[in-house]
């Protein structure tokens, strides 16, 4: 039918076909992997095309995944940076370039943040609250000291640097809850399983508690406590973050207790955001994921309804 110059009747879309740069972290963790898939399906579903970078845990590569989309005139740039420091100098590339940057899953610790257009993610200082809470209430009739070996997520990163926050905020109420160790195990099975043995070996028999940044650095724990001859779960109680199945398959076991949910699946809600800005709508610059929490109790019931 007739129309106005410039739009079209029928089935015209809320934006043309778009090219998306996402420059994700690595594939560290059930977490991340879930991540890059409801990323990937969520923008083919759009109908846009997807150029992917996985940076192996690595800053130079996600600097260099950058400068390459910059190249090649992307209409939009996502970033999960893996550390919150280091990148504002490419990123200011970016916005010469008149490229909108989306920041996935974590931030970056930089002032001018009209170098990205919103940060789309969990609060990662709340899950270390929810994490500490639920502990607080575990341990309320317990009168001695409660010793607690933390092992962290990834040196520099936001969901390690805050849920370590967000965990002493509690605990610091509370002196009989003690972290007697703490050292990263840079979110992945193999090396939480490592540092856990190191734990082990210094002061087994003095550990009531694992706080672990992620499930996958607790599953890697739960087999250094078992190989150690204790039982995970009951000796040892086991806190964990992401809400994986790995962590649903832990706690039907009887070996974990809690997992507070970080949700990955925000593929979806990171298209329309980009759509939105580029159709000239005003955008948050801060846009949280909604997110529970999840413990051995509930496990059985809820495993076969976890996606990720
Ligand atoms: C959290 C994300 C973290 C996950 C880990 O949003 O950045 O990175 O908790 C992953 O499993 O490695």
Redesign the pocket.
């Given at each position: 039918g007739q129309t106005e110059s410039g739009t079209s009747s029928g089935d015209s879309k809320s934006s043309d076909k778009l090219v998306i740069g996402f420059s994700q972290?690595?594939a560290?963790?059930?977490?991340?992997t879930a991540?890059t898939k409801s990323m990937q399906e969520a923008i083919k579903a759009a109908g846009h095309e997807l150029k992917f970078s996985d940076a192996q845990?690595k800053q130079e590569n996600q600097i260099k995944a950058i400068r390459s989309f910059i190249a090649q005139k992307v209409d939009a740039i996502v970033f999960?940076p893996v550390v919150e420091t280091g990148f504002e100098t490419v990123l200011q590339e970016a916005k010469d370039a008149g490229i909108p940057v989306f920041l996935s899953?974590?931030a970056v610790d930089i002032e001018d943040d009209s170098l990205w257009v919103t940060f789309l993610?969990?609060d990662?200082v709340e899950e270390g609250r929810k994490a500490a809470n639920w502990l607080v209430e575990e341990t309320a009739d317990v009168d001695g000291d409660v010793n607690i070996v933390e092992l962290q997520?990834?040196v520099g990163?936001?969901?390690a640097i805050d849920?370590k926050e967000g965990f002493e905020e509690v605990i610091a109420d509370h002196p009989n809850l003690k972290i007697t160790k703490s050292q990263t195990g840079d979110?992945?099975r193999a090396k939480g399983k490592e540092v856990m043995e190191a734990f082990l070996k210094a002061d087994g028999e003095n550990i009531d508690v694992l706080y672990s940044?992620?499930?996958?650095m607790a599953i890697g724990a739960i087999q250094a406590i078992e190989e150690y001859g204790l039982k995970p779960g009951e000796d040892i109680k086991i806190i964990g973050?992401?809400a994986?199945k790995g962590a649903f398959e832990a706690m039907a076991a009887g070996k974990m207790n809690v997992t507070v949910e970080?949700n990955?699946l925000f593929g979806p809600q990171m298209v329309d955001l980009i759509e939105a800005h580029l159709a000239g709508e005003e955008i948050d610059k801060r846009v949280a994921v909604e997110e529970s929490m999840y413990t051995m109790d509930q496990a059985e019931e809820l495993l076969p309804t976890r996606e990720y």
């Amino acid at each position: 039918g007739q129309t106005e110059s410039g739009t079209s009747s029928g089935d015209s879309k809320s934006s043309d076909k778009l090219v998306i740069g996402f420059s994700q972290v690595g594939a560290e963790s059930e977490w991340r992997t879930a991540n890059t898939k409801s990323m990937q399906e969520a923008i083919k579903a759009a109908g846009h095309e997807l150029k992917f970078s996985d940076a192996q845990q690595k800053q130079e590569n996600q600097i260099k995944a950058i400068r390459s989309f910059i190249a090649q005139k992307v209409d939009a740039i996502v970033f999960s940076p893996v550390v919150e420091t280091g990148f504002e100098t490419v990123l200011q590339e970016a916005k010469d370039a008149g490229i909108p940057v989306f920041l996935s899953d974590r931030a970056v610790d930089i002032e001018d943040d009209s170098l990205w257009v919103t940060f789309l993610g969990s609060d990662f200082v709340e899950e270390g609250r929810k994490a500490a809470n639920w502990l607080v209430e575990e341990t309320a009739d317990v009168d001695g000291d409660v010793n607690i070996v933390e092992l962290q997520g990834t040196v520099g990163s936001a969901p390690a640097i805050d849920r370590k926050e967000g965990f002493e905020e509690v605990i610091a109420d509370h002196p009989n809850l003690k972290i007697t160790k703490s050292q990263t195990g840079d979110f992945t099975r193999a090396k939480g399983k490592e540092v856990m043995e190191a734990f082990l070996k210094a002061d087994g028999e003095n550990i009531d508690v694992l706080y672990s940044h992620n499930d996958d650095m607790a599953i890697g724990a739960i087999q250094a406590i078992e190989e150690y001859g204790l039982k995970p779960g009951e000796d040892i109680k086991i806190i964990g973050v992401d809400a994986v199945k790995g962590a649903f398959e832990a706690m039907a076991a009887g070996k974990m207790n809690v997992t507070v949910e970080c949700n990955p699946l925000f593929g979806p809600q990171m298209v329309d955001l980009i759509e939105a800005h580029l159709a000239g709508e005003e955008i948050d610059k801060r846009v949280a994921v909604e997110e529970s929490m999840y413990t051995m109790d509930q496990a059985e019931e809820l495993l076969p309804t976890r996606e990720y």
